[in-house]
């Protein structure tokens, strides 16, 4: 199969959409050292994409190229139909890209409902006097916001720690608050930097759900990185495997599965 | 007991968003405001004004306005003297080149001013954090409290080099200068803190607050989760400014009267509004306001003690009262790290479920 250029059906039925995001020919260097070299792949409205590749084959940092946190030396970024110019973080996720991180970067001074209020700056746009004032402009925009927030909260089933300061939650509670305030800014395309780091089965199960509902309730675009690859296989259409910078394979998790280069990535193989 | 969130439903995001979501809180609070307002006006006296109630309420500003730079934005500064007095000099200008308008705007104008000032001073915070940060915000105190020296235009060329605050009334109300009543002093500076104190408390509940709390719990998280972290820090600065100048301007005119910068205004009162916020609680309006009653009190307290109950010498009493305030400041942070709001907080926690242990 290659259906890469335009729309396609998935395995368990879902209705694909066109090119979202369109990594170019990406290479990144720092100083001699090449993270990434030569790498393309797209992402598709609606689906759920993984990079997967062994220890320090470059897939954070593919996700720091796309959230705009490094620049790469060579390459574009498209990303819904136009190539993006450098950018700032910051205005990467104002143009509608959220993400996670493989070590949770909550603000741990505050709470849960904060943090994912925090998740819908990129929505608020009253200044500064409105908001001194508040009473208002301001204070309308808050309460929608915190109805899509509260909409959020119920979704991922934290709406007994809205309060609590997250310095107080368990690890794989972070997670699902870090998960929350990725998708309180509504985002084009959620990037997950392995949402399941460190995390037993039980655990592990609730992600996965969470990732394929809110695929499913919201039909947002998902890129993702993980290591445990049952998971990787189970939740994503279509797989990229990275290894020392460059790409090895690209496909279906069956394709994936049966590519000889990436098996001798995994399992090694003999020099000889 | 009454300290209950018990029966005390939010049905709307408005009620659970508000200031004082508890009941007994919300009327404590009223009675706070009636008191302050309606009943100590009217029995205060020049001793209560000068050697209490006005210093506090203006170092109150003040470390109000370094709490949002510091407590909820993380930027340490070290210029808070020379802040407040480029709102002292700023009022001073007005003052003498405007005599026509009320003294109220000209504080306001100032605190614009030193907005801007601070600002601009704010932009290294971009590039350096932390120590380096606190190092450059020292060159703002130690530089401007030169130019106010070196520059006679600052002072009207007064051959003291000091500034005093003419006498200036509003609704037939002497404000400032020597013929000034206790409680119009009180007064005009109760109404700023309220003023402070409420603008402060939306802007840190709404988007802009969090823009700045996120910055200063994960810098990095927060740029990629959308905000602008130039945005942020800078209006952060300006509104930190814009606090610390009204406080500045009402110091010189309404408090001191007179001023010479490097006395008034030096790096001992940058330390001082530090020392406030931080025993008082970093990110908390109610700690800024415990830190200012608590370094304002603390010396009034221990000199009564000292010289009024047990007679000692006043010499020794003085002394006696460094080593006792800095005594107690260091074995407070050793306790409660997070201040006086902390003791504040856990107090609450515990009166929610009085008499009962669980």
Known sequence: MNAMAGNYVTADGRQIGGVVMEMKNITLRFGGVVAIKDISFDIHEGEIRAIIGPNGAGKSSMLNVISGFYHPQEGEVWFRGSKRPPMKPYEVAQQGVARTFQNIALFEGMSVLDNVMTGRLTHMKSGLFSQAVWKGKAEAEEIENRRKVEE???????????????????????????????????????LLDEPMAGM?????????RFILDVNDEFGTTIALIEHDMGVVMDLSDRVVVMDYGKKIGDGTPDEVRNNQEVIDAYLGVAHD | MFYREAGDFSTTYAEDSQTFPIKFDRYRYYLVLVVAFGIIPFLINDYWANAVFVPFLIYAIAAIGLNILTGYCGQV??????????????????????????IAIHILISGGITAAVVTLFGLPSLRIKGFYLAVATLAAQFFLVWLFNKVPWFYNY???????????????????????????????????????????????????????????????????????????????????????????????????????????????????????IIIGGLGSIFGSFAGAAFMVLLPVFLKNVFVGWLGWPTDLAAHLQFIVSGGLIVVFLIMEPHGLAQLWRLAKEKLRIWPFPH
């Open chain 2, 77 to 102: 500064s070290l210029g808070t003297g020379a802040f407040m007095a480029v709102g002292a000099y700023a009022c001073y200008k007005l003052m003498t080149g405007f005599p026509d308008i009320p």
């Open chain 1, 200 to 208: 037993n089965v039980e655990e592990k199960e609730d992600m996965s």
């Open chain 2, 158 to 276: 007064s051959a003291s080099g000091q500034i005093s605050a003419p006498e200036r009334s509003m609704f037939g109300i002497i404000f400032t200068g020597p013929n000034t009543e206790a409680w119009a002093k009180y007064l005009i500076c109760l109404v700023f803190v309220t003023f402070a104190a409420i603008v402060a408390r939306n802007l840190t509940r709404g988007s802009v607050g969090r823009s700045w709390m996120a910055i200063r719990d994960m810098d990095i998280a927060a740029e990629i989760i959308g905000v602008n972290p130039l945005k942020a820090k800078l209006t952060a600065f300006a509104v930190s400014g814009f606090f610390v100048g009204i406080a500045g301007a009402l110091f010189f005119s309404v408090y001191l009267g007179a001023a010479e910068v490097g006395e008034s205004f030096g790096i001992d009162k940058s330390f001082l509004v530090l020392f406030m």
């Open chain 1, 152 to 190: 959020i909260i119920d979704f991922l089933e934290i709406q007994n720690i809205r309060k609590t300061p997250v310095g107080r939650l368990p690890y794989g509670l972070k997670k699902r608050v870090e998960l929350a305030r990725a998708l309180a800014a509504e985002p084009k395309l959620l």
